[in-house]
């Protein structure tokens, strides 16, 4: 593993704080999930309006379907990583102190155990009716894409122009307004509004923690950067705030 060191202030809030921890795609690519942009991402070579917009959907419901059978099936045979069950372990650990907040769709987080969760931008295993708006849980990619009433099925996921779920972002920044640390890992931290949310638990007195080993959009603004992969820092991080260590 990594050496990867964090400061005294994140330890300490770690053990004795209200800790929300924001994920991105990044934290899947361990699990071997691509992420979205840059190389071998899945917007390479693909266009994110032909495949991932309501107006897709409706010219060609087939050929966004097929991109996104093809992710439910990685994902299905993907298993969380050790950056995913260092979060799981840490919710164990703080319960009612935790909240975790991803944009990931693939299930992972929930797989390794983590419930206390926000999914701001859906999930690949629900599948919603375009007509009744009727929707269900998928987990074994055996569903129709037709409901009982006849309108065509989409995946339950956020797509570029559309609201968020309900009240999931009044969740997530109402969490991060009370949290002493934000810890935010994997994402590129371009898409809002869950880009902003470290923004909002920083001025109102978290402490920030990047984990990304590359420097993102809000690199300049976080307290504590820390260039690793989750998969050896979050595990990291959870040993050294374990009560016991030092
Ligand atoms: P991203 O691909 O933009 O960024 C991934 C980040 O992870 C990068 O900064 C990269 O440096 C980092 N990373 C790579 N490997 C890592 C590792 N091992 N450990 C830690 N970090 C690592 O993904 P994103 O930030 O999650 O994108 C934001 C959101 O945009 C997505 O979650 C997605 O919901 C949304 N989006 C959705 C669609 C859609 O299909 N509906 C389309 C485009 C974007
Ligand atoms: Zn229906």
Redesign the pocket.
């Known amino acids: 593993m990594e050496r990867v060191s964090f400061s005294g202030t994140a330890i300490e809030r770690l053990r004795s704080g209200r800790v929300l921890v924001l994920t991105?795609?990044?934290?899947s690519?361990?699990s071997g999930l691509a992420?979205?942009?840059?190389e071998g991402?899945l917007?390479e070579g693909r266009d994110?309006v032909e495949?991932?917009t309501p107006e897709a959907f409706r010219r060609d419901p087939k050929t966004v379907w097929r991109f996104y059978t093809e992710r439910r099936e990685k994902a299905a045979q993907a298993s969380p990583n050790a950056?995913h069950r260092a979060l799981a372990a840490l919710e164990e650990a703080l319960g009612e102190r935790f909240l975790l907040v991803t944009?990931?769709?693939d299930g992972l987080h929930e797989r390794a155990g983590n419930r206390r969760i926000v999914r701001l931008?859906g999930s690949l295993w629900r599948l919603r009716c375009t007509r009744c708006g009727d929707e269900d849980e998928d987990l074994d990619l055996t569903a129709s894409h037709r409901c009982r009433c006849g309108g065509r099925r989409r995946p339950g996921?956020?797509?570029?122009g559309e609201p968020l779920p309900e009240g999931a972002y009044e969740q997530a920044a109402e969490a991060a307004a009370r949290a002493d640390i934000v810890l935010v890992?994997?994402?590129?931290?371009?898409?809002y509004p869950?880009a902003g949310l470290p923004e909002i638990g920083r001025e109102a007195g978290a402490w920030t923690v990047e984990?990304?080993?590359?420097r993102?959009a809000i690199s300049d603004r976080v307290d504590e950067r820390v260039p690793a992969?989750?998969?050896s820092a979050l595990p990291a991080l959870v040993e050294a705030s374990s009560p016991g260590a030092d």
């Open positions: 991105g795609a990044g934290v690519a361990e992420t979205f942009r840059g991402g917007w994110p495949l991932a950056g944009q990931n769709v931008h996921v956020v797509w570029f890992a994997g994402t590129s931290s371009i898409v869950a984990i990304n080993p590359e993102t992969a989750s998969g």
